[in-house]
């Protein structure tokens, strides 16, 4: 089996169909911080524990109509202003935490706007620890038994681990502790008051299922992104007289420029994984240790007091639990030393600064310039959500601009695939944030929608499982034993010294005379004691190596028997798999043949189409001509109806006058031949010598030719003028517009309006000087005759300072031939009458006739003089 590359995880190439095909949305979570006071005004209210709905307040007028408008947004789950920061932990973060053990990564952060709890989530406030504490109290409660020796796990520069032995790490702790100022906290150190109630979790919290034969190390870091650079807050900064000192806010003493310290870079290691280069990693082996090095940190973050907040964070701040792991050797006892089987697994727990804006802030200078860099990285970030959605939704392969932002750009890899990511949405339901609030919302609400690769499991190590108690259950027993046979284990006295006691004491061994004959008995009697009890603990030892080399050879058997079962297990397991690896290969074949199947219906599908949108094309452009041929034919068919019908109505005219003028022709014809048949019937009836009586037409040329040559005056019938049609409104200006087109008539009646401005084109200027306008207009009548009309109107000013002119009414002159009227007289009338008749046809003959077409007239059906004033229509 390959080992496992020791980096922060990253996707490796998998086959289709395996887990890193598998996604899963990103996990929002909303929560709601109750109102700074009780009479507040609120604008968010918890529906369900998945639903919010916002409420517009008091001023904000939404719809034009003055509605208020209320939405709603749903969230994978919402925490209420009663929601404890336990049970935050338990939904949002417990999980994180479990893959962070397991070998995953993760990624929490919370955003919101200024004020709206952020900090509080993450950090906690004194007697409610928040996340980060309560990540951390639950990672040593579960490796708390399992951690390596400090220095073993060493971090190297390139985002990776390096591993040391036992006694490496022994000499590497001998020099740190030679230093006078340690880098890394003490874990005996007094707890600081300051965070001690912070990191008190009552609440006991441990991960499921850990690995027992494998050691654990934990390193922490803590960054913060300002301004668009990345500052290492747990960097210690060594003392320099000549450089300016630094105090608490991060301003010089000596000087009044503030010069921020050296940032730092992102980099790439060799599995493509962003990382601060040289970024400090502090080993850390408590809760109390770990949280007391993110208080540093903490003390050098940039905060700073705004119209919003009070201690309003000015960057976004990265708080990143690494979590090292490698197994043990195969005795159980010493870390494996391979560089290839340690784990890394990392936890990133982000507080975004809140967005926030300028005009609410009251923000100047310095301030104006970070909210503007804040909003700024907050809108890359939503940039790139948006365009990872867009990707996933329609198919698309856009770019994603992570390198827009630092912040972005450092966690590109989580939304690659490299674990979870979960966001925890913060809120102020007070009415003054309800726009920002809103802007929150539906940045949450299309984040839901993005997808990330679910993280790979880490590959299993070859070793027996469960070797580390093996060997530590070995150890016991071999303790008991020797207690059982020896005493404790822990007395100095050695086996060497025990064994010389249980030999009983040694006589006095000087002879002083030569007759003694008890020394030698006694010496020789305790030697035969002492031979004896060495052959007795001989024989009893030898028992004991027989028993114990059964004992052994039980166990070996034992053991034997076990490794037989499980090598059998493990044979059955290997068919298992060897099958189920089968299974896939044949799974894998049939999906090539499958994809290509697909391949091949796509490029046929694609051609298809294509001829689907030619032939589409095509039928648009027949439509549409066969559309353009159809309305140039109805426009054709309408022009040659109007031809027709105008051909047709000037034909029918032009018959009517010809019929009209030849009934005339024949009844004057009828006519004559009738006077001429009286003339001879009276030449024949009358006697020779009277006079034959002359007809009334010849009388009444006569009297024409009489009066033509010379009249006679009369006295009593005043001579006749010319006559000018007068205006009702002579006393106004009038102008009088004659086209240069019109026909000179010898009417005797003619429009003429004394002080009139005549005109051939009207004009503002003659406009503007008069209140009454006149248009004479010519048009040839159905008789063939020329009609005159005057049209009249009213000039009035407009608004834009020009003239309009409304027109009231018409009047008419119309000239008519003579040979139009009929004859009124007839033979059998009297003699008085024939006479007026003929006058009355003589005039009518000689004059033409001004007329203006009036219904109701007493002058004739449909005529009256103009001499006559025309009455106003009411």
């Known amino acids: 089996m390959k080992p496992a590359k020791s980096k922060t995880p990253r996707k490796p190439l998998l086959k289709k169909g395996t887990q890193a095909s598998l996604k899963d949305p990103v996990g929002v979570y909303c929560r709601v911080r109750p109102l700074s006071f009780p009479d507040q005004e609120c604008c968010i209210e918890v529906i369900s524990n998945t639903t919010v709905q916002l409420h517009t307040p008091e001023g904000y007028r939404v719809n034009r109509n003055g ?52 900090t509080h989530t993450m950090t906690g406030s004194p007697g409610e620890g928040g996340l980060l504490p309560r990540c951390l109290d639950m990672i040593f409660n579960s490796i708390g038994s399992f951690q390596a020796k400090r220095y073993v796990f060493k971090s190297n520069d390139r985002n990776s681990m390096d591993i040391q032995c036992e006694v490496d790490a022994l000499l590497e702790r001998q020099k740190r502790e030679t230093q006078p100022i340690p880098k890394t906290p003490s874990s005996k150190r007094q707890i600081d008051p300051e965070f001690a109630d912070m990191i008190t979790v009552q609440e006991f919290c441990k991960a499921e299922e850990i690995d027992e034969d494998s050691v654990y190390g934990v390193f922490v870091s803590y960054i913060e992104i300002y301004n668009n650079y ?49 970024c400090t990693e502090v080993e850390v082996k408590s809760t109390e240790e770990a949280f007391e090095v993110f208080w540093r940190g903490q003390k050098k973050r940039r905060i700073a007091n705004t119209q919003l907040n009070r201690e309003s964070s000015r960057s976004h701040s990265v708080f990143m639990i690494k979590l090292a792991q490698a197994p043990l050797d195969a005795d159980g006892d010493n870390v494996l030393q391979e560089k290839e089987q340690i784990t890394l697994s990392q936890l990133s727990l982000v507080d975004l600064a809140g967005s926030e804006r300028t005009n609410r802030t009251k923000a100047e200078g310095n301030r104006l310039r970070e909210a503007g860099n804040i909003n700024q990285s907050l809108m890359t970030l939503r940039t790139c959500m948006e365009v990872l959605r867009e990707n996933q939704m329609y198919g698309t392969n856009k770019m994603v601009p992570y390198r ?74 071999l303790t008991r034993r020797l207690e059982l046979r020896g005493g404790p284990v822990g007395d100095e006295q050695s086996v060497t010294e025990i064994l010389l006691q249980s030999f009983p004491p040694l006589p006095s ?135 027709v019908t105008e051909t047709t109505m000037k034909w029918e005219k032009e018959c009517e006058r010809r019929v009209a003028a030849k009934q005339l022709e024949m009844q004057n014809k009828l006519w004559v031949k009738d006077e001429k048949l009286k003339q001879l019937k009276a030449i024949v009836t009358e006697p020779k010598n009277n006079k034959p009586e002359r007809s009334s037409r010849e009388r ?175």
Not at 107 to 115: K, M
Not at 461 to 472: A, D, F, H, S
Not at 710 to 728: E, F, G, Y
Request: glycine share 4%; proline share 5%; aromatic share 6%.
């Open 67 to 118: 509605d208020y408008k209320e939405t709603q947004y749903s969230f994978k789950q919402v925490f209420g202003t009663l929601t404890t920061q336990k049970e935050l932990f338990d939904v949002v973060a417990n999980p994180l935490v479990d893959d962070l053990i397991h070998g995953k990564n993760g990624l929490l952060f919370t955003y919101g706007v200024t004020g709206s709890g952020k």
């Open 230 to 278: 990345i500052y290492d807050l747990l960097e210690e900064v060594p003392f320099d007289p000549i450089k300016p000192k630094w105090n608490s806010c991060n301003t010089p003493v000596r000087n009044t420029d503030f010069i921020p310290p050296q940032s730092k870079m992102l980099r790439e290691d060799k599995n493509h994984n962003m990382y601060v280069a040289g």
């Open 404 to 477: 827009d932002s630092k912040l972005t750009h450092l966690f590109k890899n989580y939304f690659d695939g490299e674990g979870k990511v979960r966001m925890i949405v913060c809120v102020n339901p007070k009415a003054e944030d309800y726009e920002e609030s809103l802007q929150v919302m539906r940045f949450a609400e299309m984040t839901q929608e993005v997808e990330v690769a679910r993280p790979v499991d880490k590959a299993i190590c070859g070793l027996t499982p469960g070797r580390r108690y093996r060997n530590q259950a070995f150890r016991e027993e």
């Open 509 to 643: 061994c000087e002879i002083l005379d030569v007759n003694d004959e008890q020394t030698l008995p006694r010496l020789i009697e305790v030697l035969e004691k002492r031979h004896h009890i060495r052959q007795m603990m001989t024989e009893e030892f030898n028992k004991q190596v027989v028993a114990f080399r059964a004992m052994l050879q039980d166990f070996d058997n034992a053991v034997l028997n076990k490794e037989n079962y499980i090598q059998g297990k493990l044979n059955e397991k290997e068919k298992v798999i060897s099958g189920q690896k089968a299974e896939i290969e044949r799974l894998e074949k049939k999906t090539k043949t499958l994809e290509y199947k697909i391949e091949i219906l796509e490029k046929t599908t694609t051609i298809y189409e294509e001829d689907k949108r030619n032939l589409q094309q095509e039928l648009e452009n027949q439509s549409q001509k066969l559309q353009r041929q159809f309305s140039d034919k109805r426009r054709l068919e309408a022009r040659l109806q109007g031809m």
């Open 700 to 874: 009444d040329r006569e009297k024409v030719s009489q009066r033509s040559v010379s009249p006679s005056p009369i006295t009593n019938v005043p001579p006749v003028h010319l006559r000018h049609r007068r205006s009702r409104s002579a006393g106004d200006r009038w102008v009088d517009h004659k086209p240069a087109s019109n026909v000179q008539t010898e009417t005797v009646m003619q429009p003429h309006v004394p002080h009139s401005i005549t005109v051939a084109v009207a004009n503002e200027k003659a406009l503007a000087k008069c209140e009454k306008y006149m248009l004479t207009h010519q048009e040839l009548a159905s008789d063939g005759e020329i009609e005159t009309k005057v049209i009249k109107g009213d000039v009035f000013k407009t608004r834009g300072g020009g003239q309009s002119v409304q027109f009231t009414d018409i009047e008419t002159l119309k000239q008519e031939s003579p040979t139009g009227r009929k004859r009124r007289s007839s033979p059998c009338a009297p003699a008085q009458e024939v006479a007026t008749e003929s006058e009355w046809t003589d005039v009518e003959t000689r004059c033409s006739v001004a007329v203006e077409m009036r219904a109701g007239s007493q002058l004739g059906p449909g005529y009256q003089h103009h001499a006559q004033p025309k009455r106003r229509k009411p």
